[in-house]
């Protein structure tokens, strides 16, 4: 029970104050008189200004409220390591015991974990989350069981919002040691072909940031798409220099990876990963046209409008057996570089198109010769084909029928016919998603003109009547070719009932040929979605089976996959750590980052007190050790009243609540009623009874 006194005036307070100014000159000037009776008129006039002020004795009833104690528990990745996940156990076990023998505090269990919402340990967001409900004179302390890294500390501890201090207990060894990767400004990008250079550093932490026995050199590998480019001797410390190619358009990924350490405390951040974005530049395209047509302006125009594409068009319009006369100074044409271009600077072209050509004598067979041995070493092919490959001077008549596909019966159909999908058209990435294929008939117009072919290997990605091959791919050794036994591919571009996907069907086609890698028919790819992770398996084949994820810690995991469209098998799973995850399936092999690449989380791993020994001072806590696993000692838990010392030898303090519940409030006026009354009538008798003697 609490006793005051309350003032609930009669009058407003303005009112009052003159009539106390009026009450006090008055008093004052009896006083001075030294009249009979001045200190009893005084005395009245005192009590007047009182009663007004309505004076009255309270009495509170109040339940004290039990004090508060957020015991906030790391469960971020760092502390997966080792045994600091036995440790925290233990150590909660012990707080818990303690805390029970003080049943005037409540305790609050705060767990904070780290995810791919959030870029290293923040206990003092999840504090806030879970204190945001508590008043802060019921807040007695806060207990911290980390180990020490965290990322969210507050400048300034006042914007806590509350008065309490904060111990934390330290989990941990004293003698770790870790070894990580340390980039300095990756390149996010670079020219296809052209080298890069990346500096690093490899970085050693010991317990409470110490110095330890620094290690000698260190053998560090570098990757690129999971596939090893070089390895150095590097000394920790030092920063390194290394360039690295820039393979192939899209992303390239790039790791670098330094042995563990012995008795490191992790290997899961030995790797650091970058992607580097290839870009191709200025792709060399020769297309030479066998005589003018119809479709010819086709394939220019797709090419010419690839801001990408160096196009070189030839188009022959006049033959060697052309002679009618016509002197050569008077023909506005120029002469065919066959040369230079077959010969000399035939490895300069990313991709050679012929556009219905024949064998005329306008290309000695040699040259034939250099182009199939272009395609053997990389180069690209590409043959759209049309009465001309029936003929006596098909192209397959010269050295590169070795590298083509199909060969050709001699027959040509003509004939109207909706061309179609196989089913390896289904499932090849040129094709797959051709806009209007799903339909019967496909949403696109006829063709009227198809050369018969026996085709030998490759890939038949479209058919024509009778399903006659019309598309058909192969590789061949480290190049790619490409046979269209059609060439009215032309009524798609100019419209002719309305025309079809023209555009991207042979633009994929082109860069499929170029070896775009979002393009390959087999494939695996791999993309996060929160803390999941999404595998991808394209594939001509059947199901290609199971993929093995590997995560940051080395734990491996069996991914099963289903087909979601044809050629194409997905599965997902969970995860529960940040960093690098690989996904391998037979020579295939991808990564997938869980939360940023360079993770905070996972940069400094050993214990160390320093990042929270600020705060924790501030705030009058301390810091203890816990011990090692199966031997982890807390030290004993006071309370101790505001304004003491709140930790000592051994033990940490909590401060008591101050807050209480009010069920009720007994008032009684002290110049009101009968007694206020009394007290007036015996002041003013008082004052009658001097002044009458």
Same mark, same amino acid.
């Given at each position: ?57 309270? !009495?509170? #009833?109040?339940?004290?409220? %039990?004090?508060?104690?957020?015991? =906030?528990?790391? &469960?971020?990745?760092? +502390?997966? $390591? ?124 010991? !317990?409470? #940031?110490?110095?330890?026995? %620094?290690?000698?050199?260190?053998? =560090?590998?570098? &990757?690129?798409?999971? +596939?090893? $480019? ?464």
């Amino acid at each position: 029970m609490n006793l005051s006194i309350a003032f609930n005036p009669h009058l407003d307070l303005v009112w009052l104050a003159i009539l106390g100014a009026i009450a006090a000159v008055a008093a004052i000037a009896a006083l001075l008189s030294r009249g009979k009776g001045s200190v009893l008129r005084a005395g009245l006039l005192c009590l007047l200004v009182i009663a007004l002020m309505n004076p009255s004795m309270r !009495s509170e #009833d109040r339940e004290p409220l %039990p004090g508060v104690v957020a015991v =906030v528990l790391d &469960r971020s990745q760092s +502390q997966t $390591l080792d045994q600091r996940e036995a440790q925290t156990d233990e150590v909660r076990a012990q707080i818990d015991a303690r805390l029970a023998r003080m049943p005037d505090m409540d305790v609050r269990w705060i767990t904070a974990t780290s995810g791919t919402g959030s870029d290293g340990t923040e206990l003092f967001e999840a504090l806030s989350r879970g204190m945001a409900d508590v008043p802060s004179d019921r807040i007695g302390g806060v207990i911290l069981v980390t180990d020490g890294r965290v990322h969210d500390i507050p400048a300034n501890m006042a914007n806590l919002g509350f008065d309490a201090p904060v111990h934390v207990l330290l989990t941990g060894r004293e003698d770790e040691r870790d070894r990580r990767v340390v980039l300095h400004n990756p390149p996010r990008f670079g020219i296809v072909g052209e080298e890069k250079t990346v500096n690093f550093r490899i970085v050693e932490t010991f !317990s409470d #940031d110490g110095a330890g026995t %620094p290690s000698g050199r260190v053998r =560090v590998t570098i &990757r690129r798409d999971g +596939q090893d $480019l070089a390895t150095r001797m590097v000394t920790p410390g030092e920063t390194v220099s290394e360039n690295i190619e820039v393979a192939h358009g899209g992303q390239n990924i790039f790791e670098v990876e330094v042995e563990e350490a012995e008795n490191e405390i992790t290997g899961a951040n030995n790797r650091a990963v970058f992607v580097t974005e290839g870009i191709r530049q200025n792709l060399r395209v020769l297309l030479v046209s066998g005589e003018p047509h119809a479709g010819e302006r086709a394939w220019r125009n797709i090419l010419k409008s690839d801001a990408t594409v160096d196009l070189v068009h030839f188009t022959i319009l006049r033959p060697p057996e052309k002679q009618d006369g016509t002197p050569i100074s008077q023909l506005s044409l120029i002469a065919f570089p066959t040369r230079e271009l077959f010969q000399e600077k035939i490895d300069e072209f990313d991709l050679i198109i012929f556009d219905r050509y024949q064998r005329r004598g306008v290309l000695p067979v040699l040259y034939f010769d250099n182009i199939a041995e272009y395609v053997r070493n990389g180069g690209a092919l590409l043959v759209a084909a049309g009465p001309d490959y029936a003929s006596s001077g098909s192209l397959y008549r010269t050295p590169l029928a070795q590298v083509l596909p199909a060969e050709p019966t001699g027959s040509v159909t003509e004939e109207p016919y909706h061309p179609r999908l196989s089913d390896q058209g289904d499932r090849h990435p040129i094709t797959a998603e051709l806009e209007g294929a799903q339909q019967e008939p496909p949403a696109w117009s006829r063709w009227f003109r198809q050369v018969q072919a026996q085709v030998d290997r490759g890939n038949v990605l479209m058919n024509g009547p009778d399903d006659q091959p019309l598309l058909v791919v192969s590789r061949e050794d480290e190049g790619r070719v490409a046979l269209f036994l059609s060439d009215h591919t032309w009524l798609w571009a100019r419209g002719f009932e309305g025309g079809g996907p023209y555009v991207g069907l042979l633009r994929r086609l082109s860069h499929w040929l170029m070896k775009e890698p979002v393009l390959e028919e087999e494939a695996l790819t791999a993309r996060t979605r929160g803390n999941s992770i999404v595998v991808s398996r394209r594939t001509m084949g059947d199901n290609p089976g199971p993929v093995r994820v590997t995560a940051p810690d080395d734990f491996e995991q069996d991914v099963q996959l289903t087909e979601s469209q044809p050629g194409l098998f997905e599965g997902s799973m969970q995860t529960s750590l940040l960093g690098l995850y690989r996904i391998t399936q037979g020579e295939l092999t991808t990564l997938a980052s869980v939360g940023p690449l360079d993770p905070r989380e996972l940069t400094e791993v050993t214990r160390s007190s320093l990042p929270l020994s600020p705060a924790v001072e501030a705030t009058g806590g301390a810091i203890f050790e816990t011990g090692p696993a199966g031997d982890v000692s807390v030290p004993r838990i006071l309370p101790v009243r505001p304004g003491g010392t709140y930790a000592g030898n051994g033990w940490i303090g909590i401060k008591p609540s101050t807050a209480s519940v009010l069920h009720g409030v007994d008032a009684l006026a002290l110049l009101g009623g009968l007694l206020g009354m009394l007290l007036l009538l015996a002041a003013l008798a008082g004052t009658w009874y001097r002044e009458g003697r």
